[in-house]
């Protein structure tokens, strides 16, 4: 236990092990990305730290928020500078919160250690540096490396060009080190990534081309190739491409990638959210990698839609520290579900809950059965609020006891699809999770409202708990 491993000891940030995280403290804070570009409110976007402490006053409030110095960054995705993957090492620790912004392609360095609930602006890494020095711009996810350095995906050229895609490293101190992967090595398309270093391997998904989601999603993009449909396994620490694993019709749009934790482990999952599949990846004997579809969404005949048939569109997916079970929400169809994958080749249906989606009563849309009979569900309410949107990002507690849910994807799909979510604004909520025999039920007790914002509605995004957590993480 008191050995090293690569860079670290026993006395840092983060967990030892998966399982120890679990018995890590009960989270008190969440920080949310807030997004008012593209509402039609010329308003800084914002983090917002919310209380999620059930014995507090202001449990279920917004109770600071940081607003950027720019309008038009969009932010999304955040990480830390440092995790579980430098536990130990005494000169690493999680105190600064990274926000790369998917527009803008600007990175906020967020000062959470004087105050965390009032967190404090560090220092900003300017576009034109970014794209001067490695031509790199539309930066996604953040993941902190045991190195110290920082890696962000990102997903083109300043034209929007997915040929332009490839990874931005920053040192400890934020500055700019140039791009991770070698020369010639680039993506096809850029978007999530997750590595596993016992396994020498790095795999990254792929969304599709800036020029074409900018302008909301279309069709005749996907006909043009402008959508991905692949997963790129790199050496790690190298930055090698070695494999390219095309997942063909049944894997376009892949999102959001994770390996089991364990970091012994082979094997992982990553979101399909146009054919709505969950793909497991996996290595092979003789050392390749490989990928099959481990569970399809059944898409939804509907009418007075732009297709004859809904499909889920998985956005967000999760992995409990244990390895117990998976989860992800179906932004379209409106439900989060909860697998059990200890049998990874064979995930288990355990619980699933309704949290808006576009077949709701008062909804153009309505679905219809096999002998031709139309439904739509109930309006859900929570302490009297109306439940807009589609459930998207999802964030798990330590214990594995609660995933917390906001509703936005990207400003211009949520003006597309869910044009309510941007005139009213996001919510968050809580769902309490069954552990022992699985099951998922809203707890009526929380709703974070952001359609109530000072500045006006605004859409919420991805959440991060000060003391890490199951999407931020990585075990060596």
């Known amino acids: 236990m008191g050995e090293e491993i690569g860079c670290c000891k026993r006395t840092g940030p983060g967990y030892a092990t998966p399982l120890e995280a679990m018995s890590g403290p009960k989270e008190a804070l969440l920080y949310v990305t807030c997004v008012y570009n593209g509402t039609g409110r010329e308003k800084p976007d914002f983090l917002a730290t919310v209380d999620v402490d059930p014995n507090s006053p202001t449990y279920s409030k917004v109770i600071h928020r940081l607003s950027m110095p720019y309008i038009g960054d969009e932010l999304h995705h955040s990480g830390w500078n440092a995790c579980s993957s430098c536990h130990g090492d005494p000169s690493a620790d999680r105190r600064f919160l990274v926000l790369p912004s998917f527009l803008s392609s600007r990175v906020y360095v967020i000062d959470t250690q004087k105050n965390p609930k009032a967190p404090s602006l560090y220092k900003v890494v300017q576009p034109e540096d970014i794209i001067k020095k490695t031509g790199l711009a539309y930066l996604h996810t953040s993941h902190c490396l045991a190195s110290g350095d920082i890696m962000i995906s990102c997903l083109g050229d300043k034209d929007g060009n997915a040929e332009g895609s490839g990874f931005l490293l920053l040192d400890s101190e934020f500055n700019i080190k140039g791009r991770w992967e070698k020369p010639g090595h680039s993506p096809i398309f850029g978007y999530d990534f997750w590595y596993q270093p016992r396994h020498k391997t790095m795999i990254s998904s792929s969304f599709g081309a800036p020029t074409a989601f900018t302008q909301g999603f279309h069709l005749q993009h996907v006909a043009e190739g402008l959508y991905g449909r692949y997963l790129h396994v790199y050496s790690w620490p190298d930055g090698e491409l070695k494999q390219t694993l095309d997942l063909g019709g049944t894997g376009f749009m892949p999102l959001e ?220």
């Not at 967000?316 to 989060?336: E, K, P, Q, T, V």
Request: a negative charge; glycine letters at 10%; aromatic letters at 10%.
């Open 257 to 476: 990638i994770r390996f089991l934790h364990d970091p012994s482990k082979d094997t992982g999952y990553v979101g399909c959210a146009l054919t709505s599949n969950i793909v497991r990846f996996f290595k092979t004997e003789d050392g390749s990698w490989s990928h099959q579809v481990a569970i399809s969404v059944k898409p939804l005949k509907v009418q007075n839609w732009i297709l004859k048939e809904l499909p889920g569109f998985i956005t967000d997916i999760l992995i409990s520290l244990d390895d117990r079970f998976l989860y992800f929400a179906n932004w379209l169809h409106g439900d989060i579900r909860q697998y059990n994958i200890e049998d990874p080749r064979n995930p288990v249906l355990v619980g699933q809950v309704w949290a808006g989606g576009l077949i709701q009563k008062g909804s153009p849309l309505a679905a219809m059965t096999e002998d031709g009979k139309t439904w739509q569900s109930d309006v859900l309410e929570i302490q009297g609020h109306r439940l807009r949107g589609g459930p998207q990002m999802i964030q798990l507690s330590l214990d594995g006891k609660r995933l917390y849910v906001t509703n936005s994807v990207f400003s211009t799909m949520d003006r597309q699809f869910y044009p309510e979510l941007v005139e009213k604004g996001s919510h968050m909520l809580q769902i309490d999770i069954d552990t022992e025999k699985g099951g998922l039920k809203i707890n009526p007790n929380f709703f974070v409202d952001f359609g109530a914002e000072p500045d006006g509605p605004c859409l919420a995004h991805e959440m991060r708990y000060p003391g890490g957590d199951c999407s931020s993480d990585i075990w060596i």
